[in-house]
C-alpha cells in the first residue's frame, strides 16, 4: 500500500504544463575544492571556475543547479577550501538561479556537509550529506516564486556500504558485489516510488530528476582516469538498470569525464569541471544544461574555460626539451608532467630541465623516469607481480636500479617512509599507542 506523501512534499499548487515556462537545470559534479597537484594549491583554478559558474548562472537563466557530490577533495577541507564554498553559495543565493541542491560524494564529509544544512535551507540550497532516517527526506519538491512544483528532485547522497546492506560471515567477493548492488538498486526503488507520488500530486508536467555518486555501467565508463577507488566500498560498477524507469534525468557524479551511461541521454555524468590529474587535461571540460520543455529535457554540454594548462611530455631529454621551447615560445604557462626515456643521469636532467622553463611561467610538477621503472621490472621474479611488493622493497630495488652506494640506502629509505607517511596524513614522529 503506497504511503502517504509527506507534508513537506505534499502540494501546495499546479499549474498546466501549457502554462510553465521551460526550466533550465545545470548539472555539475567532483568539484575537489582543496585538491592539491604534486603538492602546488589549485586554489586559483577553483576560484576562477566558481566566478565563471555563477556567472553562467546568470547568462543562461539556469534555475537549478544540481551539484551532484565531491564538493571537497577531502573529509577534513581547509578553510580556503570552505570560503570558495560558501562565498559561492552566498553569490548564488542573490542570483536569479531559484534553488541549489548539493549531495555528497565519496570524498565528502557527510557530517561537515549537513552541519548548515538548516540555515542554508532559508537561502533554498538543499544539501544531503548523507542517507536519511526516513527516504522520504531525499525527496525534494522544488517550487517557483509562486509556489508552484516545478521540479521533484531524488537528492540521493552516497550510499556507503553500512547504509544499505548488511555484512555476513562466509561472504564471497562476488556474494559483497551482488548485494551491493542489490541495495543501491532498493534504495533508488524506493526514493523514486515516494518521488513519483509527490510527482502525481503537482502535475504530469513535473520533471522526475534523481541524483546520484556512483559508478554506473555504461559501454563508454571504462575510462577511470582520476577516479581514486573506483571499486571500494559501494562504488562498485553497478548496472544502469539501478535508474527506475520513470525518471526524466539523472545527474551523476564520480566519473571525471563527461558521458552518457549505455548511450542514453537523460542518464548522465557531468565529469569533474577542472582536470583532476594530468591524464585527464587531453580531454575538455564541461557542464550539463537541462532545459524541460513539453514535457521532455533536451541536453547540451557547455565547456568549461582551461584555468590552467596541464601537458604531459615524454620522450629523451632532446625530446622534452624541444617541446618546453616551443612552449616557452608560444607564452605557455602551463604545469607539466615529465616522461623521461633517456639515459641521462637524474642530476643532469634536473638541470637540463630547470634551465629549459627558467625565466619563464612554465612549472614542472613532476619528472617520471620510466627507465627506472622498467630496471625494477626487469628485476620481478618469474612468480612476482609489482602490485604485490610492499613499497619499501619497490623503493629497495630502485635504489639498486640506480646504483646507489648501500650505505647511503637506510637514510634515504628512512626519507623515503616519513614523505609515504606524510602523503597519508600520519605523524611519522608519533609513537604507537598501547596494543598497536
Not at 541549489?100 to 540555515?119: E, M, Q, R, Y
Not at 575510462?223 to 571499486?231: D, L, N, S, Y
Not at 539523472?250 to 542514453?264: D, E, F, I, K, P
Not at 606524510?422 to 598501547?434: F, L, V
Request: hydrophobic letters at 40%.
Amino acid at each position: 500500500m503506497p504511503q502517504a506523501v509527506p507534508a513537506a512534499i505534499a502540494p501546495q499548487g499546479k499549474r498546466p504544463m501549457n502554462e510553465r515556462p521551460p526550466l533550465r537545470v545545470l548539472h555539475t559534479s567532483d568539484w575537489h575544492l582543496g585538491k592539491m597537484l604534486y603538492g602546488r594549491s589549485r586554489h586559483r583554478e577553483f576560484e576562477q571556475f566558481l566566478d565563471w559558474l555563477a556567472s553562467l548562472l546568470e547568462t543562461e537563466s539556469v534555475d537549478i543547479l544540481l551539484v551532484a557530490g565531491d564538493v571537497f577533495d577531502s573529509t577534513t577541507p581547509g578553510t580556503r577550501a570552505q570560503e570558495l564554498y560558501y562565498r559561492f553559495i552566498s553569490r548564488v543565493a542573490r542570483s536569479s538561479c531559484r534553488h541549489v541542491v548539493v549531495t555528497s560524494g565519496n570524498h565528502d564529509s557527510p557530517s561537515f556537509l549537513n552541519a548548515p544544512k538548516l540555515l542554508l535551507r532559508s537561502l533554498n540550497v538543499h544539501v544531503v550529506g548523507s542517507v536519511a532516517e526516513s527516504p522520504e527526506e531525499e525527496v525534494l519538491v522544488l517550487r517557483d516564486g509562486g509556489g508552484c512544483a516545478e521540479a521533484v528532485i531524488c537528492a540521493v547522497p552516497y550510499l556507503r556500504e553500512r547504509d544499505i546492506r548488511t555484512v555476513e560471515a562466509g561472504e564471497s567477493p562476488d556474494d559483497k558485489t551482488r548485494k551491493l548492488a542489490e541495495g543501491i538498486g532498493r534504495h533508488y526503488a524506493e526514493v523514486v516510488r515516494i518521488a513519483e507520488a509527490a510527482r502525481s500530486g503537482n502535475g504530469m508536467g513535473v520533471p522526475l530528476v534523481v541524483m546520484g555518486h556512483l559508478f554506473a555501467a555504461g559501454p563508454d565508463s571504462s575510462g577511470k582516469e582520476g577516479v581514486r577507488g573506483t571499486f571500494v566500498g559501494t562504488l562498485a560498477q553497478v548496472d544502469s538498470s539501478v535508474f527506475p524507469d520513470g525518471i526524466d534525468f539523472a545527474a551523476l557524479g564520480h566519473l571525471h569525464g563527461a558521458r552518457t551511461v549505455s548511450g542514453r541521454e537523460h542518464l548522465r555524468y557531468s565529469g569533474s569541471p577542472i582536470p583532476m590529474v594530468f591524464g585527464e587535461a587531453a580531454t575538455g571540460k564541461s557542464v550539463v544544461l537541462a532545459s524541460w520543455s513539453g514535457g521532455a529535457f533536451s541536453f547540451s554540454e557547455i565547456p568549461v574555460p582551461c584555468f590552467q594548462p596541464l601537458v604531459r611530455i615524454s620522450g629523451s631529454l632532446d625530446e622534452i626539451s624541444a617541446r618546453i621551447f616551443e612552449l616557452k615560445a608560444g607564452g605557455s604557462n602551463a604545469w607539466l608532467e615529465i616522461d623521461y626515456t633517456g639515459q641521462e643521469p637524474s642530476s643532469k636532467v634536473k638541470e637540463t630541465l630547470d634551465g629549459a622553463v627558467r625565466g619563464t611561467d612554465i612549472e614542472i610538477r613532476r619528472v617520471r623516469n620510466s627507465q627506472v621503472a622498467m630496471q625494477v621490472m626487469r628485476q620481478l621474479a618469474a612468480d612476482e607481480l609489482l602490485e604485490e611488493l610492499q613499497e619499501e622493497e619497490v623503493f629497495r630495488r630502485c635504489l639498486e636500479a640506480r646504483k646507489v652506494p648501500e650505505e647511503q640506502h637506510p637514510e634515504l629509505m628512512h626519507c623515503y617512509l616519513d614523505i609515504l607517511a606524510s602523503m597519508r596524513g600520519e605523524d611519522p614522529q608519533a609513537e604507537p599507542e598501547d596494543g598497536a
